[in-house]
């Protein structure tokens, strides 16, 4: 038994050879087991619930049209944070190339409310849309390691570089989110 | 080897510290000047605060109902696309290539196609962008366009043994696919045609695009 998810456990290469004979139950436990963090991930990457959601639709999609491809070479969850990765990517380029904006740009709510808020919920406001605002891998490597504690090993493996880009692209990163909240609070005074 | 650290060297340090990604004798050292340094001090607080909370954002769930509802979804809508649950899970394009070539002559396939798929993203571009004021020297060859010719290479190529991989890498190591060639051969071990190889293969250069137009006898002039 390998993973656990919504409460179940599930043994990893018998569901894989039970979605690659086309199982619809596998299928089912497999979307159920990892919906969570892969529409976390997607939120974290997208800044927004709707193009959450579209990944996270994607991505299941994807796995199950490609499962015939999978050997067994990573762990089944690297594989397919590796799709919701390349998918929230592909979300990006359709949405830059219809609203003619930059690739990594997130578009975020301008002005939330944030000094009405609670102080921390205000953080994670200005958090959520700092990680949001971060070039594409940072982001996700960010969210890999701060969401996922995955090491940067499997990180570098879902997004494609090698473990020291991944290291140095999660210092980048962070480095971004501290010059993006001490702005915020200079400006808030 | 025992010296004091300064400030900024800790600041540095500091996030592979938190990580434990430093060596024990490093993360010895850097302790030993947290204790005695206040403002460092606050700074690793600070660090680790930003990184839990981090974690923390954009954790608000969806509406209620959300992942009860998720499955159905996405069922309903693989029926809707011609992709049932339920049925057996379709051999891949390499597997059913596999199966009728084999060895070098899947590698010849493979590179012929990517070479014709190549072709097609080009034609796109070409007639997307037409003659511009920087004239037609300024095209680039586009993986980002929605030419499935790539999604269907990265699909086969997906599923390639190493030693097919090293093939079609060799076959596509020319003058004009080095590039593309190189980084294939890279991207053995996790047999993945990766979007940062879709853009360097998208990246290619104006004399590489001419030459690839006149082989494949396209109608396309770099200087007009």
């Known amino acids: ?189 | 080897m025992n010296k004091s650290m300064q400030c900024k060297e800790v600041s540095d340090l500091l996030l592979d510290y938190i990580e434990g990604e430093s060596t024990p004798e490093l993360s010895e050292r850097i302790r030993a000047h947290l204790k005695a340094c206040e403002r460092c001090r606050r700074e690793e607080a600070e660090m680790r605060d930003l990184i839990s909370e981090a974690g923390r954002a954009s954790d608000a769930e969806p509406s209620p109902g959300y992942f009860e509802y998720l499955y159905p979804r996405i069922k309903a809508r693989m029926q809707e696309e011609g992709l049932p649950v339920g049925s057996p899970a379709i051999p891949s394009t390499a597997q059913r290539l596999r199966d009728v070539l084999g060895g070098w002559h899947l590698a010849y396939a493979l590179a012929s196609f990517l070479i014709v798929a190549a072709a097609v993203v080009l034609t796109i571009r070409i007639v997307d962008t037409g003659p511009g004021p920087g004239g037609a020297g300024e095209v680039e060859l586009a993986a980002t366009t929605s030419a499935d010719p790539w999604h269907d290479a990265a699909d086969i190529v997906e599923d390639l043994e190493s030693e097919e991989l090293t093939q079609v890498a060799a076959l596509l190591s020319d003058e004009v696919y080095k590039t593309a060639g190189s980084l294939l051969e890279q991207e053995e071990e996790d047999g993945l045609l990766s979007l940062s190889t879709q853009e360097t293969l998208a990246g290619l250069e104006t004399w590489q695009i001419e030459q690839l137009a006149e082989e494949l006898e396209l109608d396309y002039k770099a200087s007009s």
């Not at chain 1, 979605?19 to 990892?34: I, M, R, Y």
């Not at chain 1, 880009?165 to 501290?178: D, F, I, Q, T």
């Open chain 1, 1 to 189: 038994m390998s993973k656990q998810g919504e409460g179940r456990l599930y043994d990893e290469k018998d569901l894989t050879e039970r979605l690659k004979n086309g199982e619809e139950a596998a299928f089912e436990t497999l979307v159920k087991a990892h919906q969570r963090e892969i529409y976390h991930l997607a939120l974290k990457m997208m800044g927004n619930h709707d193009d959450a959601d579209e990944v996270t639709q994607r991505t299941f999609i994807n796995v199950y049209r490609k499962i015939a491809t999978f050997k067994g070479k990573s762990k089944l969850r690297t594989w397919i944070y590796r799709i919701a990765v390349n998918q929230a990517k592909n979300r990006f380029r359709e949405r830059s190339r219809t609203a003619g904006l930059p690739e990594e740009f997130a578009p975020a709510d301008p002005s939330p409310p944030v000094t009405q808020m609670l102080e921390q919920e205000a953080m994670r406001s200005l958090l959520s849309r700092a990680i949001a605002a971060l070039p594409h891998l940072q982001k996700a490597v960010v969210s890999l390691r701060v969401n996922e504690q995955l090491a940067f090993s499997e990180i570098a493996a879902i997004v494609g570089c090698s473990t020291g880009s991944a290291k140095v692209n999660y210092h980048h990163g962070v480095k971004r989110l501290r010059e993006m909240l001490q702005a915020h609070r200079e400006r808030e005074g």
